[in-house]
């Protein structure tokens, strides 16, 4: 259901802002949550019940296959449940989720939590934000899109702190626990009273979100069209390299730097994310974004080529915050290059394809990490 309004998009009373606020709520609990709290359910899992880290890690495998499956049919959902019954039914899930986390004490409630995380992936992750921006905004779709996505690095900025420090102070139970009520609290309202479809939008349904037979359709034309893979397959392999670099980068750093110096690079670069999203906001809408996301990926292997030329602590930490400030765009791209160059018909079939694609990537390289470290 992708239809550009015609309203003042610079106002900050044009309602898809408060669309932005919502998207940028979910994405804040759903990566905090589902990405990157990853490393805090290990290791209290284990703390807490002496289960094996391969055990953890199999479920959150587990999770990632079962989610790259699920995003693929977000179209066919949409049209099925409509956009705010999915996004609640993924907020449920999710909420669900990180509850049983906190309550468990079997392994298979252990896949039992993670399954549900996928399904909170599939209501409240990037094809859903993406596709509802991309229905609100057409002048200021890209920095509505990185305003939004902003939400991504602020939950692994602020959630998993909050986290760590919850647990040590009052156990990881009440801390999940806490945290589940405090998104609902935050996010349930939120969803209710600003997401939606423009009012124009209705009167293109038909058009817009296909049915069972179209999304089929619409599903393998997309993989028989070019502009489609020459957008995915360079940006899986920058999502790729942006996993492997992010998983290592601390054990890269720690020899040459210290430990307290590779834990600032790990800073400068999450704030550089932050920093690039909203400083390519600013700008995107007046570009080509395909040329952007080039120029992007570019900027990016160039830090990493004198990042392994130096031993500098100086040059080291700006080649951290060069590569960190293309970092968050990697997934701010995609959904301005689909609706440029495939369109809003089948909008949210080439998201949910592609994130499914660059997903499974980005998997590989946190699969393979774990294997050479365990």
Known sequence: MIVATEADESSLHYRGWRVVLACFLMA??????????????????????????????????????????LVIFTDDLLARLGLRALILFG???????TALLGLMHSPWQLYLAYALMSVGWTGMGSVVIATVLNSWFERRRGLALSLAFNGATCGGIILVPALLA??????????????????VVLVLPVIVVFTSW????????????PGDQAARHSRKALLASAPFWTMVLPIAIALLAQMGFIIHQVSFLEPLIGRASA????????????????????????????????????????????????????????????????????????????QREIGSATFAAAMGLGTSISGRSAHSARASSASCTA
């Open 28 to 69: 804040f609990f759903m990566f905090g949550f589902g990405l990157y709290g990853q490393g805090v359910y290990l290791a209290e899992l284990q703390r807490a019940h002496g289960w094996p880290g391969t055990l953890v890690s199999a479920a959150s495998t587990f999770s990632f296959l079962l989610t790259s499956v």
């Open 91 to 97: 907020l449920a899930a999710l909420g669900a989720s």
């Open 166 to 183: 919850l647990s040590a102070s009052i156990g990881f139970r009440s801390a999940m626990l806490g945290a589940t009520v405090v998104m």
């Open 198 to 209: 423009p009012v124009e939008a209705p009167r293109h349904a038909a058009a817009t979100v």
């Open 263 to 338: 834990g600032l690079a790990v800073t400068v670069m999450a704030t550089m994310a932050v920093v690039g999203r909203l400083t390519l906001g600013l700008f995107v809408d007046r570009l080509d974004p395909r040329l952007a996301c080039a120029a992007s990926m570019t900027s990016q292997a160039a830090a990493l080529f004198v990042l392994l030329q130096s031993e500098s602590p100086i040059v080291l930490l700006a080649c951290c915050a060069a590569y960190g400030f293309s970092i968050g765009n990697m997934i701010t791209f995609p959904p301005l290059i689909i």
